[in-house]
Every structure is written in C-alpha cells, then in structure tokens.
C-alpha cells in the first residue's frame, strides 16, 4: 500500500485548492446538520410531549382538539370511569378544556395565529412540565392570561403585566411559563369558564384523564370506545402528540432537497479537485506504477486523499453549524392552523450523520478520478 504521508503531503501542496473544497464540503455539511437539527427539534417538541397514562378524549372522528367539540354534560361520564385516578383530594384526574385559535402579531409587525387552552388549575397541574419563570398563575374571573417564554419572545404584548386584545375585550398577562421545549410552549392558557364565555362555546373540545395505571387506560380507552352513546375516542397523550408530527413533513422533504442539491455541488467540487491532482501528477502515478504499485493501490490512495478530505470537511460543517443549536423558531401546525414553536436541536447523532453524508460525498466525488489516476500508464506520460 501507498503509505498515507504521501496523501497527506500531496493535500498540503495543494492546500489553495484543498482548503477551498474542505469549505465548499463544509459549507454543504453545515446546512444538511442544520436542516436536521430544525427537522429533529419539532419532531422531538411532539414526541416529548405528554405522559405515560394520560388521555385526551376529543370527538369520535376529530383529528384533534381544535376540530373537536363536544356536550359538556358528558364529561362526568368520563370523569366517573373506573381506572380514573384520583388526587389527594379524591378528585377525579379529569379536566375539560376549550381550545381556540387567534391572530396575534409578532415584534416584526405581522402576525400569526396561536393556540389558547381555556383550562383550569388541574389542568395546569396535571401538566407538570410546564414551570412558572414569570409574574404568577391566573386567577378565575379576572381575565387573566399566562403565556409561554417562547411566545413573550416572539410576539408583542406578551411580558407580563401587558393587555392583550382578544375576543371581544383584552386579557392581562399576568404570568410566562417554560414547558420545556413541548408542544405546550406554542399555548396561551386561560380560565376555562371566561373563554367559551368570550367566544359562546359551552362546549368541550377535550378532556384530559389520568388513567391509574396502563392497564387501567387501556380499559378506559376500550370503554368509551365501546360506548355508541358519547360518540368519543380517548387517545393515549403522547400518541396524539407523536400523530401530528405530520407537521414536519414538507419540512424534512425540503430539507433532504437541498441535502441532496449541495451535496452534487460539493460532490462535483471534490471531483474536480481530485481530478487536477491526477492531471498534474500523472508523472507521479506513473513512477508509482513503474515501482510496482498495483492499480487498486493507486485508486485507494486517491480515494483516501478524496476522503480526507471530505472528513476534514464534515468536522468544519459541524462546527459552522453548532451556533443554532437552541436556537427558536416556529411553522405552521396545519392539524391545528396555529403556528408551534421550537427549537434547532443539534444531537451527537445529527452530528454523526452529517460526518458521514460529507464522506459520501467524497466517495462520490472521488472515485472517478481515482478510477483513472489507476489507469495511468508510464508509456504515455513518456510520450507526452
């Protein structure tokens, strides 16, 4: 075998045209780990939301809360289930709630339309992801609001102490809450009993229920599903949440688009640094061939220069891409037409993953030019 120094020299002879690739490879490695970052992140804001036994029962048929309404008088028919759990007080752990959608603007100046949870203190107990960071809990009756540190950062009149015009008259932001990157910090919360006042819904869209155990929610699952009566399905909370990671779809198919663009673009970049080198050191090759090298020799020494320097290429683009990681921004959810928030989430996985893309690429770039600096001949480079 050709020992490696001498790729390794021949790179550092050509470092101009070297360096060049590394970043043009860099550069292309950088958007597909960012692309997957921002894909992972509102994957995982859906996926990481929920808890092992609670339900949400919507309407049988609803896709979700925001098309799903319901008579109210059925929610003690699901809050009496057996298997229900029960708090300290020996009060069903059953809640329902109201879910509407407003237009709010954002500090550019357009604007966007969030989710508002009309819930209740249990409600909010019963999400104990959810951390108060700012101000305090609303009260009932006071038309009081609290809100998610990612929407007080991204939209106007959302710190605490602001009014908030919705609905037919302003709400008070009295609070800013941090759920921890789930689907909850792309909610408004408000009392119950004022929004389906405000907006003349005495309905329910859901109900959340705490099943005792997983058995118990299988059976609670089993019976209102059983029951013609109610016309309700009860769906376990993290399934529903995992279900609308559909959301991410035209996402994740753009960002392997553009993958898939720039990486032919590097991929022509390295083809063509590679196929220089060959040119400009035919007489090289050539003299390899004359020592004894066999050819498949000579095609893994430039394939491994290719890949060298596509490694070299991958470390750059992750390094260039590092600096979004937590970074916040949101798309449109269009199961609920509201807009969901998240974070670019760069895992050690990402990180792998786009290693071994930039090594593909070098693969794909180099193994035509290797293909023929094996194929060079001492006759003919005499002759030239």
């Known amino acids: 075998m050709i020992p490696v120094r001498y790729n390794i020299g021949s790179l550092w002879n050509r470092k101009v045209g070297t360096l060049m690739t590394i970043l043009g490879i860099g550069l292309t490695v950088s958007i597909f780990v960012a692309m997957m970052a921002l894909v992972y992140g509102l994957d995982a804001t859906f996926v990481e939301t929920g808890h092992d036994y609670d339900l949400v029962v919507v309407r049988q048929g609803g896709l979700n809360e925001v098309n799903s309404f319901f ?51 249990l409600g909010i107990s019963m999400r104990p992801e959810a951390k108060l960071v700012r101000g305090r809990w609303l009260q009932p009756g006071l038309r009081e609001i609290v809100v998610s540190t990612s929407l007080a950062n991204r939209f106007q009149d959302m710190n ?27 909610e408004i919360w408000a009392n119950y009993n004022e929004i389906a006042q405000e907006w003349e819904r005495h309905i329910y ?19 209102i599903a059983d029951d013609e009566r109610i016309k309700l399905q009860a769906i376990p909370q993290k399934k529903y949440y995992a279900d609308q990671t559909s959301t991410s779809v035209g996402v994740k198919a753009l960002g392997y688009f553009i993958a898939v663009v720039m990486g032919i673009g590097a991929g022509f970049a390295a083809m063509n640094m590679m196929y220089g080198a060959v040119m400009s050191r035919a007489g090289e090759v050539a003299t390899l061939r004359a020592l004894g090298f066999q050819r498949r020799s000579i095609l893994a020494s430039f394939l491994l220069e290719s890949l060298i320097v596509s490694a070299l290429g991958g470390v750059v683009g992750c390094l260039l891409a590092l600096p979004v990681n937590g970074i916040s921004t949101g798309t449109a959810n269009f199961q609920s037409f509201s807009e969901v928030l998240f974070n670019f989430r760069i895992t050690p996985q990402i990180l792998a993953e786009g290693i071994l893309f930039a090594l593909v690429v070098g693969v794909l ?19 030239e």
């Open 71 to 121: 008579n109210r008088s059925l929610f003690q028919t699901v809050r009496f289930l057996p298997g229900v759990a029960r708090g300290s007080n020996g009060v069903p752990l059953a809640c329902g709630e109201i879910v509407v959608v407003i237009a709010v603007t954002r500090k550019t100046g357009d604007s966007s339309n969030v989710l508002v949870r009309g819930t209740s203190e």
């Open 160 to 186: 605490v102490g602001d009014s908030l015009a919705f609905g037919r008259s302003p709400w008070t932001v009295v609070g800013v809450f941090d759920a921890g990157g789930t689907a909850y910090d792309s």
């Open 205 to 223: 869209s859901s109900i959340l229920v705490r099943a005792e155990n997983e058995a118990a929610a299988t059976d609670i699952i089993r019976r």
């Open 365 to 383: 770039g180099g193994y035509l030019p290797a293909r023929r600096a094996s194929k060079v001949k001492l006759a003919d480079v005499m002759k």
